[in-house]
């Protein structure tokens, strides 16, 4: 009986023989679980399992890229991507040296999200919200929803690299609408873990807290406008590094835009020497952790900027080969139907020498801002929302605040971070990043952050 060729010889001699200046396949398994709720109701509850991979080829400096769903006919699907890249080609193929890594990684779980049931999750999720609903009549409605998913990725590359890499995530959410007449307030709780569905578990009083944070909400007064000394909460400074700063320090960004590459120029000073920004597909249990990117290149911790200068910046293997820098395993695509884009993976702020209440005690008049509701970036221009704030009078908090708006622009808001607190924080869930129509999960950490002149919105 012939012996049925491994997945691995399939891919090999499917790349072998051609003469591109590189190749790649990548192959993806996934499944996934989703539950969504509107209001008390229960109204998607979804499994999908996929598999599907995709060719990138490179000639000259030109990239062809083919998706598929069957194993079927490789060879002719990689003569296709090289016939698209020789179309494009123009230049020379400048792509940063990674060494070829063979590497099997599989997670240790604690309890695995895909042997629970489906009316296990679904019981959860019906305690969560009916835990929002109990805490006021002022309830309007609640979202929310459950996923997990685990994805395997085989990638094998034409310079010896093989990978077969998988990850796991459970995620709860359940976002809580207050009104009042026509004032209408929210508040949110998300949950979710790497490596066990029991983190997700028992969270009911996290629920209601965020609930009646939404209620009482209703009966804050609007936060003030103008220029304000203000506290960041770990939530909203993470959020601030990921898309004011981050999105600045990719290396595609960087360097498709002459102005932007005329500022961010490695050795220049951004900030006081007490900030230190990162950012790294190494740090454990987050969102945005693996052990290699979608080009095979290692993750590791990169410093982009370290005691207030500007030191590195993210990178795939293309864009740190034409700025002559090295890859830093930031090259990352949403699927098998995406070719990678350079992407965060956790981006934080390190921690400082100070706490909280000496943030506050040293604030004889700011605002202390909490959580964030959204945002936008427009190169170095930002817009952020808080979910919740309190006034800081005399060194003190005071009387408690609706949201509001943080906006400004990022270099001169860098220059005026002041007090960073000892303990970095991250976000429980991380967050979605959007680029190029493609989302990624990712992490965001901080301490607590005081930023003078800060600039909000309100009444």
Not at 21 to 41: H, M
Not at 107 to 115: G, N, Q, W, Y
Not at 245 to 261: A, K, M, P, T
Not at 348 to 368: H, K, N, Q, R, W
């Amino acid at each position: 009986m012939r012996d049925v060729p491994s997945l691995r010889d399939r891919l090999a001699d499917a790349l072998s023989g051609h003469t591109a200046d590189y190749l790649e396949i990548r192959v993806e398994e996934t499944d996934a679980t989703t539950l969504t709720y509107r209001g008390r109701s229960l109204e998607e509850a979804g499994r999908t399992s996929n598999l599907g991979g995709c060719v990138r080829a490179c000639v000259k400096g030109g990239w062809g890229f083919v998706s598929f769903n069957s194993l079927e006919g490789l060879r002719a699907k990689v003569d296709l991507a090289v016939r698209q890249a020789r179309l494009v080609g123009r230049e020379t193929t400048t792509l940063a040296p990674v060494e070829p890594h063979v590497d099997f990684i599989i997670p240790t779980l604690v309890r695995d999200p895909l042997t629970v049931s489906l009316e296990d999750k679904k019981r959860l999720m019906d305690e969560y919200v009916e835990a929002a609903w109990a805490q006021s009549s002022r309830i309007q409605t609640t979202n929310a929803g459950y996923g997990d998913a685990r994805r395997k990725v085989t990638f094998i590359n034409s310079e010896g690299s093989y990978l077969e890499q998988s990850r796991c995530r459970v995620s709860a959410r359940v976002v809580v609408l207050a009104r009042d007449g026509g004032n209408v307030q929210q508040s949110r709780a998300v949950f979710s873990s790497t490596s066990d569905y029991d983190a997700i578990v028992g969270r009911h009083a996290e629920v209601g807290a965020a609930a009646s944070r939404a209620v009482a909400l209703l009966d804050a007064a609007p936060a003030p406008g103008g220029e304000f000394t203000v506290i960041c909460d770990p939530a909203l400074a993470g959020v601030f590094a990921h898309e004011a700063f981050g999105h600045l320090s990719e290396g595609d960004n960087v360097y498709e835009n002459e102005r932007l590459r005329d500022i961010m120029v490695l050795g220049k000073r951004f900030a006081r020497p007490l900030l230190n920004i990162a950012d790294g597909g190494v740090v454990g249990g987050q969102p945005g952790t693996f052990r290699y990117d979608d080009e095979g290149t290692p993750t590791q911790r990169t410093d982009l900027i370290r005691e207030g200068v500007l030191v590195g910046r993210l990178h795939s293997r293309e864009t740190a080969g034409k700025m002559g820098e090295a890859a830093t395993g930031n090259a990352r695509a949403q699927s098998y139907r995406h070719a990678p884009l350079v992407r965060m993976t956790n981006t934080f702020i390190g921690a400082g020498d100070s706490s909280f209440d000496e943030m506050v005690a040293a604030t004889p008049l700011g605002i202390f801002c909490r959580d964030w509701y959204g945002g936008q970036t427009t190169h170095e221009q930002f817009s952020f929302g808080c979910a919740e704030a309190w006034m800081i009078r005399d060194g003190k908090l005071a009387e408690p605040l609706r949201g509001t708006t943080l906006s400004g622009n990022l270099f001169s808001t860098l220059e005026n971070i002041d007090m960073i607190g000892r303990d970095l924080v991250w976000a429980e869930g991380g967050g979605t990043c959007g680029k190029g129509g493609q989302s990624a999960p990712v992490g965001q950490g901080s301490p607590y952050i005081r930023i003078q002149n800060a600039l909000l919105g309100g009444k």
